[in-house]
């Protein structure tokens, strides 16, 4: 019995989860989820700070820091927050769909369209290849995304016993 090979893998180039996982992990972004924490921390603060540049306006709007100012930080922290959670839900998406891709011992693939679609079986070296990458390296993104998102919600629960206080 002739056993499948990697090198006969019907699969466009594009559409591999393996060459999928490579993408993303060197795309411009995703690439920031593999960082040292240092460096991780420090992107997610940069994005925080560029969300102020829509949440604070709309947070003095609505609490002018001349007369409110801990209501005007906590909301356009809290504004500002959100800019963080959009771009952490899209990696989040981002790297489910390159593991569970891994994951599965069938590709779905398009050969020229969308009308063409077919589904190849991975070979068993090929699975356990790409378990253990699943493994090894996208496990601990994503358990570094769901950390900063906790992270997130209990900045947000601190946030609102402390407007609660100062009302």
């Given at each position: 019995?002739?056993?499948?090979?990697?090198?006969?893998?019907?699969?466009?180039?594009?559409?591999?989860?393996?060459?999928?996982?490579?993408?993303?992990?060197?795309?411009?972004?995703?690439?920031?989820?593999?960082?040292?924490?240092?460096?991780?921390?420090?992107?997610?603060?940069?994005?925080?700070?560029?969300?102020?540049?829509?949440?604070?306006?709309?947070?003095?709007?609505?609490?002018?820091?001349?007369?409110?100012?801990?209501?005007?930080?906590?909301?356009?922290?809290a504004g500002a927050s959100l800019g963080v959670v959009l771009v952490l839900v899209r990696l989040?998406?981002?790297?489910?769909y390159v593991r569970d891709r891994l994951y599965n011992s069938t590709v779905f693939y398009e050969?020229?369209?969308?009308?063409?679609?077919?589904?190849?079986?991975?070979?068993?070296?090929?699975?356990?290849?790409?378990?253990?990458?699943?493994?090894?390296?996208?496990?601990?993104?994503?358990q570094r995304l769901q950390f900063t998102l906790a992270a997130l919600a209990g900045m947000f629960?601190?946030?609102?016993?402390?407007?609660?206080?100062?009302?």
């Open positions: 019995m002739i056993r499948p090979s990697v090198n006969h893998c019907p699969v466009p180039m594009e559409q591999q989860p393996l060459n999928e996982y490579e993408e993303l992990k060197t795309s411009w972004l995703f690439c920031d989820c593999i960082l040292n924490r240092r460096d991780y921390i420090t992107k997610m603060l940069w994005i925080w700070s560029l969300s102020w540049v829509v949440a604070g306006p709309v947070a003095a709007v609505s609490f002018p820091p001349q007369k409110q100012l801990a209501h005007f930080l906590l909301s356009g922290a989040w998406l981002g790297w489910m050969e020229s369209g969308w009308y063409d679609g077919q589904t190849w079986t991975k070979p068993e070296e090929v699975i356990v290849r790409d378990r253990l990458i699943v493994t090894y390296e996208i496990k601990p993104i994503l629960v601190i946030g609102t016993i402390v407007w609660q206080l100062l009302s």
